[in-house]
C-alpha cells in the first residue's frame, strides 16, 4: 500500500540545534516527494521537492530510496522555524498522499 | 492572480444540519483536491477533481459527504446531517502540471 510515515507528532528542539524531521515512505514505483510547512495563522505552503534539490530556509532533503526515506534537515534551527510540517509523495497521476505531519518547536 | 480561496472561513452549524462549503482554486488549475484537517489527524484526503470529473472519490469517509465541481473551477463539498465528528478544518488545493498543490485557508467547521 502506498504510505508516508512521520513517526513524530511532535519535535522540539533548542534554537541553533540540528533537526530532523524523518519521513518514511512505502511505494512501489518511483514517486515524487515533497515537504509542506505550515506556519501559525498561515496557509499550507510547499517547503521544497526532492526534484528540484534546493535548499530552503536553509532545510535540505535527500530521497533515499533504498531507505525509502525524505528526511528533512537543518543544522541550526531557529525560533521561526516552528511550524507544522507535512511529508508529502505524489506518483505523478495526481494522486497525493500526506503524512500526519510533525510539529516542531524551536525553544529560545 | 489570486490564490486558492475558500468560503466561509468559520461555520458553525447545529448537529443535524446540512452545510456546503466552496472553493475557489486558481484560474487554469485543473486538478482540485479536498482535505480534511483534524487535531492529531494530519491532512486526511477526501476527494480529487481533473476538470469537472471525480475519479478519486475513496477518502470521503462516509455517504453524507459529496462533492461536486462546474466549469472546471469552482468546487463545493457538501456535508449531509453533520455530526459532531465532523468539525474539522476543510482545505482545497489546487495544482497544475507542476504537482505543487496551492492550499486555501480553509473553512473551520464546528458542529454543536
Known amino acids: 500500500a502506498q504510505r508516508v510515515t512521520q513517526p513524530e507528532k511532535l519535535l522540539s528542539v533548542f534554537k541553533g540545534a540540528p533537526v530532523e524531521l524523518k519521513c518514511n515512505y512505502s511505494y512501489s514505483g518511483s514517486p515524487e516527494l515533497f515537504w509542506y510547512v505550515q506556519y501559525s495563522r498561515q496557509r499550507l505552503q510547499l517547503l521544497l521537492r526532492?526534484?528540484s534539490r534546493e535548499s530552503i530556509k536553509g532545510f535540505t532533503a535527500d530521497l533515499n530510496k533504498g531507505e525509502t526515506s525524505f528526511h528533512l534537515k537543518k543544522p541550526f534551527a531557529q525560533e521561526e522555524d516552528s511550524a507544522m510540517y507535512y511529508c508529502a509523495l505524489t506518483s505523478g497521476t495526481y494522486k497525493y498522499i500526506f503524512g500526519t505531519g510533525t510539529r516542531l518547536k524551536v525553544l529560545a | 492572480g489570486a490564490g486558492v480561496s475558500q468560503s466561509p472561513s468559520n461555520k458553525v452549524t447545529e448537529k443535524g444540519k446540512d452545510v456546503e462549503l466552496r472553493c475557489d482554486p486558481i484560474s487554469g488549475h485543473t486538478a482540485l483536491y479536498w482535505y480534511r484537517q483534524s487535531l492529531g489527524q494530519g491532512l486526511e484526503f477526501l476527494i480529487y477533481?481533473?476538470?469537472?470529473?471525480?475519479?478519486?472519490k475513496s477518502g470521503l469517509p462516509s455517504d453524507r459527504f459529496s462533492a461536486e465541481r462546474t466549469g472546471g473551477s469552482v468546487s463545493t463539498l457538501t456535508i449531509q446531517r453533520t455530526q459532531q465528528e465532523d468539525s474539522a478544518v476543510y482545505l482545497c488545493?489546487?495544482?497544475?502540471?507542476?504537482?505543487?498543490?496551492?492550499f486555501g485557508p480553509g473553512t473551520r467547521l464546528t458542529v454543536l
Open positions: 526532492h526534484i
Open positions: 477533481f481533473q476538470g469537472n470529473s471525480a475519479p478519486d
Open positions: 488545493a489546487s495544482s497544475s502540471v507542476t504537482n505543487e498543490q496551492f
